[in-house]
């Protein structure tokens, strides 16, 4: 088990990126059966649902991976460590990339009666950004790959 709580709250962070990741996946996946359906959308919400699709096995992936490099944070195993830091790097990199793209005003899920960036979007990536982040710098505290060592003797 945990012997660090660095890991368990690293490992706490990859769950839940992971949990909102694999709902998002399965709500986009409900979206485009109700759509395909017969369900009355903006012709721009269903653009923007057309070009999401394809990219489900990617996202649901890394939502997957998440989930399995913290039950090895919790499980304290060597390999744990590289995975999550794996995932959260991808995270951040494009996190900070759509930072800089809904910073220029090219957002992809701006309204279209707007043509500009959210709030809403600058706030729901931003947080994963951040908590993607917190992950890097939970995994990377001093005494990471030390196992069930509490000190050595004086």
């Known amino acids: 088990m945990v012997t660090k709580p660095s890991r368990a709250i690293a490992a706490v962070l990859l769950a839940a990126g992971g949990f909102v990741v ?7 996946a409900l979206a485009r059966i109700l759509v395909d359906g017969g369900l009355p959308v903006r012709p721009a919400d ?13 996202i649901g992936a890394f939502a997957v991976v998440n989930v399995i490099a913290a039950v ?7 390999w744990a460590a590289g995975l999550a830091v794996a995932a959260a790097l991808v995270a951040v990199a494009i996190g900070a990339t ?5 910073a220029l005003g090219a957002d992809p899920l701006a309204p279209a009666s707007t043509g500009r960036s959210s709030a809403d979007g600058f706030g729901i990536v931003g ?14 505290t001093p005494g990471w790959s030390q196992r069930g060592s509490s000190g050595a003797a004086a």
């Open 22 to 28: 694999g709902v998002t996946v399965l709500a986009l």
């Open 46 to 58: 269903a653009a923007v649902l057309d070009d999401l699709i394809p990219m489900l096995p990617l």
């Open 72 to 78: 090895g944070l919790l499980l304290d195993r060597a």
């Open 98 to 102: 759509a930072l800089i793209l809904l």
């Open 127 to 140: 947080l994963f950004t951040v908590l993607y982040l917190a992950v890097i710098v939970a995994v990377s």
